[in-house]
């Protein structure tokens, strides 16, 4: 017996067999995913607004999901976002008694808005081996808002100067909710095992409230995944 040629075919055969195992092994697929992005969607406008002199935040989202199977998965997400406007006024005008009276107010205007989304995902491209794929999208989101409003106003007549001027504060908040169906395609694409960048698009309609007026929202950013598969 060629003891030389049997060990050198047993070794050949040996790493042939690992190859195969090694090429037919399925990737592994962590269930759990995080991400962070940006948002666009109603009350949460990315870009300027159309009010005057006012610091604005970009909204920012971050998910949490968890994939029930390997085409299924369900998240959580919650958007933040918020500004604040500084108003100036300054006018005249005549009362009741036909006395002319100069008003001027300075005013700060406060909006904080926060969203809850639970979606359903279910991904519609059938090799999850490639690195772009697309899932449709549904669920339900939550808008929560509070406006701040703070002001101060001055009255005092022009035709007698020697009048006391009135100072009238104001401090107000309001609070509103809103709830709404999503629905829509969800653009993927994986630059690695765990790393992928993510878009939606979503549609949504207004569930609560009197108005039926169609919406649309866009989210942009990454999404990571973690945990065992």
Not at 13 to 34: C, N, R
């Amino acid at each position: 017996m060629n003891i030389p040629r049997l060990i050198l075919g047993s070794l050949l055969l040996g790493s042939s067999l690992t190859s195969y195992a090694q090429a037919t092994e399925p990737a592994i697929t962590p269930k759990f995913y995080v991400g962070l992005g940006v948002y666009g969607g109603p009350y949460q406008r990315l870009g300027r607004t159309n009010i005057r002199d006012h610091k604005y935040g970009v909204p920012v989202q971050a998910t949490l999901g968890y994939h029930l199977r390997p085409r299924l998965a369900v998240q959580l997400g919650l958007t933040y976002s918020g500004y604040k406007a500084n108003y100036e006024y300054d006018n005249n005008y005549t009362d009741i008694n036909n006395y002319r009276v100069n008003h001027t107010s300075n005013s700060a205007t406060t909006v904080r808005t926060v969203n809850t989304s639970l979606l359903v995902r279910y991904t519609l491209t059938r090799q999850p081996a490639h690195r772009f794929q697309v899932d449709l999208a549904g669920g339900l989101m939550l808008v929560h808002q509070r406006v701040h409003l703070i002001s101060t106003n001055f009255y005092s007549y022009i035709d007698y100067p020697q009048a006391p001027t009135t100072t009238v504060e104001n401090d107000d908040s309001y609070t509103s909710n809103k709830l709404y169906a999503n629905l829509g395609p969800s653009f993927r694409y994986r630059f690695g095992q765990r790393l992928e960048a993510v878009g939606d698009i979503l549609f949504n309609v207004p569930v609560t409230g009197n108005y039926r007026r169609l919406d649309s929202s866009i989210a942009l950013g990454l999404r990571y995944r973690f945990g065992p598969s």
